[in-house]
């Protein structure tokens, strides 16, 4: 049983940073996808980033060249490094797993945190 617990939200105004961590306890067969998704009040879950076994990364449209995913597959991390964060940033952010080695987009993941909040006020 795979079990992941986010870290790293809180409160930023406008342009500032934030670094996400997900821990991941259980084993993960270090090819398969991880990804970052995001919830905001009244609105679906949406993929924000994923990243493949190999370190090849994709991203939402809405925060390409903004957020950074990486991990560090030794000690089962997760990482999302968000910059120049925006008041629609502001969300719930899970980290999850698919059990999969590609399309690592995709919205059909496995496993999933419980979350972390992110606010980003104007």
């Known amino acids: 049983q795979v079990q992941l617990v986010e870290s790293g939200g809180g409160s930023v105004q406008a342009g500032g940073s934030l670094r996400l961590s997900c821990a991941a306890s259980g084993y993960i067969y270090f090819r398969y996808c991880m990804g970052w998704f995001r919830q905001a009040p009244g609105k679906e879950r949406e993929v924000v980033a994923g990243i493949d076994g190999d370190g090849r990364t994709s991203y939402a449209h809405s925060v390409k060249d903004r957020f950074t995913i990486s991990r560090d597959n030794a000690k089962n991390q997760l990482f999302l490094q968000m910059n120049s964060l925006k008041p629609e940033d502001t969300a719930m952010y899970y980290c999850?797993?698919?059990?999969?080695?590609?399309?690592?987009?995709?919205?059909?993941?496995?496993?999933w945190g419980r979350g972390t909040q992110v606010t980003v006020s104007s």
């Open positions: 999850a797993v698919r059990f999969a080695r590609n399309n690592c987009l995709s919205s059909v993941y496995n496993n």
